[in-house]
Each structure stands twice: as C-alpha cells, then as structure tokens.
T-cell receptor, first 115, second 114 residues
Framework: EAGVAQSPRYKIIEKRQSVAFWCNPISGHATLYWYQQILGQGPKLLIQ????????DSQLPKDRFSAERLKGVDSTLKIQPAKLEDSAVYLC?????????????FGPGTRLTVL | AQTVTQSQPEMSVQEAETVTLSCTYD???????LFWYKQPPSRQMILVIR??????QNATENRFSVNFQKAAKSFSLKISDSQLGDAAMYFC???????????FGKGTHLIIQP
C-alpha cells in the first residue's frame, strides 16, 4: 500500500512570496489533515478535511493560509504572503475514516524555509 | 484548551535496556484518546501505541507498553529491550473534545547507546 505522498520535499522562498504544497493521501482515506511542525516543537493541526469538506480549521491563519481538497482526494495548502515565522515542516496525514481513535498516517513532509 | 507536556527533551539508554518516556496532559474531557508517535530522522511519523481513556487496562504492543494514570493525567511509554532502531523523536499526542485532530507534546529525543 502506497503511503501519503507530499511534494515538494523542500522549498526556499523569500518573505512576502507565495508557496503551495501538495498532498496525496492513501487511497480510500476519507480524512486528511495538515499539520505545521516548527523546529523543536510537536506538530500543530492547521486543518482537517472529511472528503472535500472542512471539519476543523480553527488554528489555520486564514489571513494568509488557505487549503482545498476539491475532489475529496488530493489537497493543496497555500501560503500567501509568507512570513519568516512560517518556516517549518508541513506534514500531511490521512486516516481511513474520521474518529479520534483512528490511526493517522503521515507523509514525509515539506520543509519550508522563508528568508 | 488541551495541552500535552513532555518534560524530557532528551533521553539516553543502553541497547537492550528499558527506558520510560514521560507525558502529562491537561483536559476537562472524560472521553479522549492518547497516542505515542515515533518520528525517525526521515521525518515520517509512525504510530507506536494508543490508549482509550475509558479503558483501565494499559495498552501493550510487543516491546512497547504504556502506564496510563487517568486521575494523574499521566501517560508514559515504556520501551523494553531497546534496539538501535528505536532511536527517534517520540511524541505524545491527545485527541478529544469532539475533534479528531491531534494535540502533540514537544517530543523527547531518544538516543540508544550501543
């Protein structure tokens, strides 16, 4: 079974530029999460999708971050404009169904550096 | 808001020995779930073990077991017969309050000494 795919693996941009990350969850997984992991910290949930609908985006900085999952499969997370404090690893995770007990499978992440 | 605290930034253990990683959490919920995730240097997080709060029996997965103390809001991970492949960051995580998303601690860096 193929795992969660993310691209790019690394991205370097200057502040005020825009950037987008892509995630392809495990086939058949209805629930998709985006987490932000700043160096030295644990991941922080940004947004959760159930199929193509948003379940929880309470911690997403909506003035600069946006995310979509148009067909209920792939997802894109965008930052515009980027700030220095956005430097982090962005992790995508998926689970078969929603539910707190269900295992979340994580991708390798995208490391973003904002200069 | 729920918080998860891991007070040990780094732990070191000799190969084949036993090590315990600590985790405490704060919540007002009665129904929740707790997890330990492993993040090797490649950065792909892997679930190690999970515990349902309403189950009194501590979860066990091969060499990994937890000590869940609900009243004390403590959830420690014990790794027996430590192996070189156990070296990684270990994150304690919480899920509850009607949300599926995980709240993570800051992690513990586990070093295995050969």
């Amino acid at each position: 079974e193929a795992g969660v795919a993310q691209s790019p693996r690394y991205k370097i941009i200057e502040k005020r530029q825009s950037v987008a990350f892509w995630c392809n969850p495990i086939s058949g997984h209805a629930t998709l999460y985006w987490y932000q992991q700043i160096l030295g910290q644990g991941p922080k949930l940004l947004i959760q999708f159930q199929n193509n609908g948003v379940v929880d985006d309470s911690q997403l900085p909506k003035d600069r971050f946006s995310a979509e999952r148009l067909k209920g499969v792939d997802s894109t997370l965008k930052i515009q404009p980027a700030k220095l404090e956005d430097s982090a690893v962005y992790l995508c995770a998926s689970s078969l169904v929603s539910g707190r007990y269900n295992e979340q499978f994580f991708g390798p992440g995208t490391r973003l550096t904002v200069l | 808001a729920q918080t998860v605290t891991q007070s040990q930034p780094e732990m070191s253990v000799q190969e084949a020995e036993t090590v315990t990683l600590s985790c405490t959490y704060d919540t007002s919920e009665s129904d929740y779930y707790l997890f330990w995730y492993k993040q090797p240097p490649s950065r792909q997080m892997i679930l190690v073990i999970r515990q349902e709060a309403y189950k009194q029996q501590n979860a066990t997965e091969n060499r990994f077991s937890v000590n869940f103390q609900k009243a004390a809001k403590s959830f420690s991970l014990k790794i027996s017969d430590s192996q070189l492949g156990d070296a990684a960051m270990y994150f304690c995580a919480y899920s509850g309050g009607g949300a599926d998303g995980l709240t993570f601690g800051k992690g513990t860096h586990l070093i295995i000494q050969p």
